[in-house]
């Protein structure tokens, strides 16, 4: 939801500030901008609607001066159309002042109205536009000062990147609730709303908090409270490679991330089950508590929410505890019932996603004393710092918008998860989570084997690719991984597709089945195969093209279905790891085939750090 980078050093700073911002794309995608000072202190902005390539056009055609000092930005269209004047930065009318936000200014308006009073003309439909006009009206001659009074009036969500014509050697960053970090490199420091952007260039960050505001010269970073006490940051080593955010070869983001899950989850395993024993480092909630809980409450969107719907039935199957999981959007306006036996489970690969935090906020205010623990991949957000223990799946920077390989740690996680309630609630047999623990290392060779033998998938998405509506059905634990192959395909594809529970189709969706459309059927090996087969039957009666993903050795399906795609047999608890393999590439075969972008989907974007 928007990418902001900022440079100041002794470079050539455009280039360096494309290059970044283009790894930040994923972020969002409608239109950006960038920002300079050159020395004789000129302030030029550049900004072009579309792609970041549409950018380096312009930049062809009106070439920017060398400059040490810059700000660039990827927008995610929040308030007001995509075009050039909606495009970051912005600035004063004296045009001393730029800014970049990732965020929303919720009391803009308020403000805007306040600066027209003041003589300030508005260029822009934007919330942002009100950040730099206040700064130039706060502006004394310092700089920190005049940022630092302004967000002191802004109310919401931002993470800024500012220059000013008169400091052409300083960078003036600031955040509340979107993420920014700092990168320190010799000679040179950067800002960026994600590590993957600088990666190349360092290594050490500093991840800024709330209410923390940083100064940056070319040698030298202060960090500061918004009342200007000064603190001293903490700087991480980042341990990743860049080669985790690049393509590798492979023709797309997303292609690369479903062909790194064996390694993820082989990794996940290594680590968490070192010795057939259970590991979950950073839970921080003791067995005392996880054995007297008495709920527990999921909370996520969108394929995390998918991931925790999963999670449901693993928890309730080997903890037998009851488990409740809403979308976070809902989940913050309804009057839940929760107190401080429940606990909280947040799911979010980037830890950023705003109607998450504000669930987890909703609910610590609701329950006084519940835990929360979240599953997240992205060390250091938002959501960790908000949660008494964390389960870090470690799946590496998922750049492409769909989400693959964080879905499927998040449910390696749940099942580690279940795993380890079960143990300290005596609720399930040693047996039964020996051969548990037994299967779930057999994953990441069933992964390898689905993923070698892809071209049956292609073969199936290629047939079906002209379909303009897409049902999927599953029972039981597949009824999410239902929901997921729906998202993926809708996401990326842009064909209508519903994901239903099977047993629900008699109750409207059957409505929809014809000849004209495909139905995705996941019908493994379980104790409902016999319904599946069933609502099979009744879809085949109604003329609709059946798709089923079936277990390895099962003669009777191909006499129901039209096509089929095999996963390995596993015990049925586990099948939602290995049937979404299948519809995540099939989603991604008929994007491909329909000449969709299918890293950036249109209208979407990575982290939807705004409500
Ligand atoms: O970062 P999060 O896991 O909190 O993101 C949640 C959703 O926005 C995300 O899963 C979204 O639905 C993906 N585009 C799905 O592929």
Redesign the pocket.
């Known amino acids: 939801m928007c990418g902001i980078i900022g440079y100041v050093g002794t470079r050539d700073a455009s280039p360096i500030l494309i290059e970044s911002l283009k790894k930040l794309e994923y972020r969002g995608y409608d239109s950006s901008g960038i920002g300079l000072l050159d020395h004789g202190s000129r302030l030029i902005v550049r900004k072009s609607k579309g792609k970041i390539r549409n950018l380096e056009e312009l930049l062809r055609s009106h070439p920017l001066p060398f400059s040490t000092v810059g700000i660039s930005h990827t927008r995610w269209a929040t308030h007001g159309l995509p075009c050039d004047e909606n495009a970051h930065p912005h600035t004063d009318n004296k045009h001393q002042i730029a800014v970049v936000h990732n965020g929303i200014i919720e009391n803009y308006a308020q403000l805007r109205e306040k600066l027209k009073k003041q003589g300030c003309r508005f260029i822009s439909q934007t919330d942002t536009e009100v950040i730099s006009h206040l700064i130039a009206a706060c502006y004394k001659g310092d700089l920190k000062e005049a940022v630092q009074r302004s967000i002191k009036q802004l109310k919401g969500a931002f993470a800024i990147g500012v220059i000013s014509k008169d400091h052409p050697d300083m960078l003036v960053a600031a955040r509340v609730g979107s993420p920014l970090i700092i990168g320190l490199g010799d000679d040179e420091n950067y800002i960026a709303s994600d590590v993957p952007a600088i990666l190349d260039r360092t290594r050490r960050v500093i991840y800024l908090q709330d209410g923390q505001m940083a100064v940056l010269t070319k040698d030298k970073v202060e960090v500061f409270t918004f009342d200007g006490k000064k603190v001293a940051p903490k700087i991480d080593t980042v341990s990743f490679t860049i080669g985790l955010a690049q393509k590798e070869g492979y023709k797309h983001f997303m292609l690369k991330e479903i062909h790194e899950q064996p390694g993820v989850l082989e990794a996940m395993l290594k680590t968490r089950l070192a010795g057939g024993k259970l590991k979950l480092e950073g839970l921080d909630v003791s067995d005392k508590v996880l054995a007297s809980i008495k709920k527990v409450m999921i909370v ?6 998918h991931a925790g719907l999963v999670g449901k039935y693993i928890i309730e199957s080997l903890a037998r505890l009851s488990v409740e999981v809403d979308t976070s959007s809902e989940f913050r306006y309804r009057s839940t019932i929760i107190d401080q036996n429940t606990l909280i489970v947040a ?7 705003a109607d ?1 935090l504000a669930a987890v906020r909703e609910a610590k205010a609701k329950a006084k004393g519940a835990k929360v623990v979240s599953i997240c991949n992205v060390v250091g957000s938002s959501l960790v710092r908000e949660s008494n223990g964390v389960l870090y799946t470690h799946a590496g920077p998922e750049i492409g ?3 693959t390989k ?1 879905y499927t740690a998040q449910l390696m996680m749940f099942y580690l998860f279940g795993l380890k309630l079960a143990q300290v609630r005596r609720s399930t047999p040693r047996s039964r989570i020996n051969k548990i623990i037994k299967d779930l290392q057999s994953i990441p060779r069933h992964y390898k084997e689905l993923l070698k033998k892809n071209s049956n998938v292609l073969k199936v998405a290629e047939a079906n690719s002209h379909f303009g509506c897409f049902l999927y059905l599953g029972r039981n634990i597949n009824f999410p991984t239902a929901l997921e192959g729906a ?2 395909l809708k ?1 990326i594809s842009y064909i209508p597709a519903e994901g239903y529970p099977a047993g629900e189709m008699k109750h409207g969706p059957i409505a929809l089945i014809d000849e004209y459309r495909a139905v995705v059927c996941i019908a493994v090996a379980s104790h409902v195969y016999e319904k599946m087969i069933s609502n099979i039957q009744e879809i085949r009666a109604r003329k609709g093209n059946v798709i089923a993903i079936a277990t390895q050795g099962d003669r009777e399906i191909a006499h129901h279905a039209h096509y089929v795609i095999e996963i390995p047999r596993i015990e049925e608890l586990l099948t939602p790891l290995l049937a979404v393999i299948p519809l995540q590439l099939m989603a991604y075969y008929i994007a491909v085939k329909r000449g969709n972008d299918v890293d950036q989907p249109r209208n ?1 974007a ?3 750090t705004v409500e």
């Open positions: 996520a969107c969108g394929t995390a929410y799911v979010s690969q980037s830890g950023e996603t998450t918008v769909a989400s964080a998202l993926k996401e979407l990575k982290s939807v």
